[in-house]
């Protein structure tokens, strides 16, 4: 075969495969998008892929870890498709053992996803058929021409028959065409499919112990420093879900079940009912580096967890309450610090607005003190009681801590690093955090320099973080600075640099700037 005819039949197999994912669009409105292969299949890789595999892919990617995963499976995808293509030029039927290979693995991963039932192998299996016509039609069919033939090339090259070959790029044009279209239309379709409207709908009730008033000055208002209160769409988003989960509050419910005398079941309409609190928390995630932005602080509204854990009245020795999502992700939260007090919320509102879909919407959990992959549950609809011995949460085979309060952090967040300055005063500023113990001292200091005690603004509670700024008299040339905190416990940062894994980074932020 000579390379333009192995060209030809390469588009054939990618043309193929882009029916198959496409055609496969519109069949996962009625079956849910989470059945639609790429989707399916990049899940499967999101919970199987080496824990380093993917620290890697978050520090490359940030946020966008999801669609760079997405557009290298379907790269993937369409190398496979156009090896498959060429093998198929010459044996038609390895063409078509291949697409039934792929149906296979597209069938077992939407299968084997949390809550997925038999309809859910449809797009697979409808998208393998379609994209096996395609490769018949393309290679042995009305469309196929003799451009893959082993005859010796005529003295013009491969062109043996312009007509069939015209006729070969036009059909294949027209098909991947309609592959765009399907999958764009199906994607489009299944995203109208939504909550968006449900949630509009929600009217939330007022709280019966309202939020205390965030205190005059707890906002510096510094062009680079986080506000104090985070907006809903500035909030990091961190979580496994590669289409964001579409719960119905009307069908929502929450059982609370497992090791407890009195099993629970809730409708969205009963938790509503209940007195509801509203109380600023700031949550963290463990994946943040020092220095990192993936932490924020909101206004959350919800049930406090534990008078619905003290009706449950769990049994001695259930100490882990594990939150179930609708997608099967699970989170392990002691069940002494659901009790103990502390604001634990069955989170409904954010910020005086339904939770956003992204974050949670109907519910999820909020729990002051500890990081949000053992705690924060979003579009939780289990909470089970059972013990650390008997069950490991998502992340915890993976390589992370069952436990994980959050460690005592402090951020500069301006000047930034790099920046040039002027010489003289310059307000160096930033966060500090160390949820439900609080901050007790933030210092900064200036090329290893003495430690200097910075300012700390006011707060709502022990539960957020706090702004600290500190006035530098800038001298020209190029300057380190570095900031500790200290917690209400007295337990200082240690300078010490350990990564993200298995319970949060440790060390000093730095920021290096020149000064002229
Ligand atoms: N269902 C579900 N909930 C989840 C996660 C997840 O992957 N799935 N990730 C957790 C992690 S690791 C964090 S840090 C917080 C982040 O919450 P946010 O996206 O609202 O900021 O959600 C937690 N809740
Ligand atoms: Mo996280």
Redesign the pocket.
Known sequence: MSTTSRGYAALAGITAAAVAIGAAEPVAVLTGPRSAPLIAVGGLVVDFVPEPVKQFAIALFGTYDKIALLIGTALLLAAFAALLGVLAARRLWIGLVGIAAFAAIGVAAALTRAGADAADALPSLVGAALGALVLWLLLAGPLQTDLWSWSPPTPDGDEVDPEGRRRFLTGAGALLGAAAVAGLGGHWLGGRRGVSAARRAVALPTPSAAAPAVPAGADLSLAELAPYVTTNSG???????LVVPQVDPETWQLRIHGRVRNEITLSFADLLRRPLVERYVT?A???NEVGGD?I?NARWLGVPIKELLDEAEPEEGADQVVGR?V?G?T?GTPTTVLRDGRDALLAVGMNGEPLPV???FPV?MVVPGL???VS????VTELELTSFADFDAYWVPRGWSAQGPIRTQSRIDTPRSRNRLSAGPVMVAGVAWAQHRGIRRVEVRVDEGPWREATLAPTVSADTWVQWSWRWDATPGEHTLQVRATDADGQTQTGQQRPVAPDGATGWHTVKVTVR
């Open positions: 909030f990091y988003r961190i979580d496994t879900a949550l995630c463990v994946s993936l924020g999502s997608d992700w989170c992204e974050h949670g999820r990081y949000g992959y924060a549950c979003k579009w």
